[in-house]
C-alpha cells in the first residue's frame, strides 16, 4: 500500500513537472498564416514587375521569341496549399531544371553512389557548358570533379538511365517528371527543334565525356535524350509542385504520392545547393541558403526543406544564365517568410 501510494505521487510530480516544462517551454516558432504567405508573393511580384534587366537566351533561337514580359511566381507549401501571383499557366522549356530530376531519377535507380563515383558532386565554378571545366575534372583533378547540373555531368546522367531501347528511357524520364509536376507533360517541340539544330557544343561535350569513359552508353542518343528533356514545357505552378515534392522528403504535396525514396532527397538537395546556379551558386547559397536551380527558359526552383517548394518564371537571364527577376523575387519571398535552412535562432 504504501509503496502504490509513493508510486501514485511520483507519477503525479512527473505528470507536473511536464506541465510546467510545456508551460515555461517557449512557443514553438509560429509558422506563417496564409495571408502572409500570399502577401511576400504578391509584394515580391508587384516589386520586381517593371526591372527589365537581362536578356532572353538566344543561342537557342527558339528561346529569343519567349515574350520577356512573362512573369509568374508560385509557391506550394509542404500541406500542399499553393500561392501565386502573375502569370502562372503561360508554359516555357524546363530546361537546366530538368537535370535535378533525371538526376533524383537516377539515384533512385542506381543509388547515390552511382553518381558520387562516376560524375561527381562538386561545383566547377564554371559555366555551365564549360569544356574547360570537363579538362580540369579529368586531367587536373583526375576523376569524378564534376556534377549533373551542369551540361557534362548532366549528359552523362541522362546516358545512364535504365531502359531498352531510346523510347522507353525517354518514357520513364516523362513520367518521372510529371509524377513530380502531379501533371502529364509535354515536350515543346519547336524548341526541341530548334536545339536539337544549334546543339553542337553539347554534343561535342557528349563525345567528349564518351571519349574520357564517363558515357557508357551512345554518346549521340545521349545528348539528345537530354536536349529532349530540356524541352518539356512547364508553368510556375508545375515547377512549384515540383520542388514542394523536394521540400515534403520526396512526397508531391499535391497528389500526396511518394515520388522518391526520402533518404534520396537530401543528395539532391546538397547538389542544387552547391551547383544549381553555376558559378553564382555561392552568392545565391549566401543570399538565401536554399539549394535551387535554374534553367535558360527562364525559370528558378527554389527548396526550403520542410517548408516549402518555390518557382519563378521570368525570361531575362543575366551573365551568368539565371533569371534576374526570379533570382530577386525568390530571395525576398524565402526572406520573408524565414525560409532560410541555414538560419538558426539561439535558445
Ligand atoms: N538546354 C540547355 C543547354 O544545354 C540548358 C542550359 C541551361 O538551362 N542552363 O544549353
Given at each position: 500500500m504504501v509503496s502504490a501510494a509513493r508510486d501514485v505521487s511520483r507519477s503525479v510530480r512527473v505528470s507536473l513537472l511536464a506541465a510546467a516544462a510545456i508551460l515555461l517551454a517557449p512557443p514553438p516558432a509560429r509558422a506563417q498564416s496564409p495571408d502572409q504567405i500570399q502577401a511576400a508573393v504578391s509584394a515580391a511580384h508587384d516589386r520586381y514587375k517593371t526591372l527589365t534587366e537581362g536578356k532572353n537566351a538566344d543561342y537557342i533561337p527558339a528561346l529569343a521569341k519567349v515574350d520577356p514580359n512573362l512573369y509568374g511566381i508560385a509557391l506550394v507549401t509542404v500541406d500542399g496549399k499553393v500561392y501565386t501571383a502573375g502569370d502562372i499557366t503561360s508554359e516555357v522549356s524546363i530546361q537546366s531544371i530538368s537535370k535535378v530530376f533525371t538526376l533524383a531519377k537516377v539515384i533512385e535507380e542506381q543509388g547515390p553512389d552511382a553518381i558520387a563515383?562516376?560524375?561527381?558532386?562538386?561545383?566547377?565554378?564554371?559555366?555551365?557548358?564549360?569544356?574547360?571545366a570537363v579538362e580540369m575534372a579529368h586531367n587536373l583533378l583526375g576523376g569524378p570533379e564534376l556534377n549533373s547540373l551542369v551540361n557534362p555531368g548532366a549528359i552523362t546522367t541522362t546516358s545512364m538511365v535504365k531502359g531498352a531501347t531510346r523510347e522507353e528511357i525517354w518514357k520513364s524520364i516523362l513520367d518521372f517528371y510529371g509524377?513530380?509536376?502531379?501533371?502529364?507533360l509535354s515536350v515543346d517541340q519547336e524548341v526541341f527543334?530548334?536545339?536539337s539544330e544549334t546543339n553542337q557544343r553539347n554534343q561535342a561535350i557528349g563525345m567528349l565525356m564518351y571519349a574520357y569513359g564517363y558515357i557508357k552508353a551512345d554518346p549521340q542518343r545521349a545528348t539528345d535524350i537530354y536536349t529532349e528533356q530540356c524541352a518539356v514545357s512547364v508553368n510556375a505552378r508545375d515547377l512549384a509542385v515540383m520542388a514542394a515534392t523536394l521540400a515534403n522528403g520526396g512526397k508531391n504535396p499535391v497528389t500526396r504520392k511518394q515520388v522518391m525514396k526520402v533518404e534520396n532527397v537530401p543528395r539532391v538537395l546538397a547538389v542544387m545547393a552547391t551547383a544549381g546556379l553555376y558559378d553564382d551558386s555561392g552568392k545565391w547559397l549566401y543570399r538565401t541558403g536554399l539549394p535551387g536551380k535554374s534553367g535558360v527558359g527562364g525559370g528558378i526552383i527554389a527548396v526550403s526543406p520542410g517548408k516549402f517548394g518555390i518557382a519563378v518564371i521570368s525570361p531575362p537571364l543575366d551573365p551568368a544564365g539565371n533569371s534576374v527577376r526570379a533570382q530577386r523575387a525568390i530571395a525576398d519571398i524565402s526572406n520573408a517568410l524565414g525560409g532560410n535552412p541555414l538560419a538558426s535562432k539561439p535558445r
Open positions: 563515383s562516376t560524375i561527381g558532386v562538386d561545383a566547377t565554378g564554371m559555366r555551365f557548358n564549360s569544356i574547360v509524377v513530380f509536376a502531379g501533371r502529364t527543334k530548334s536545339e
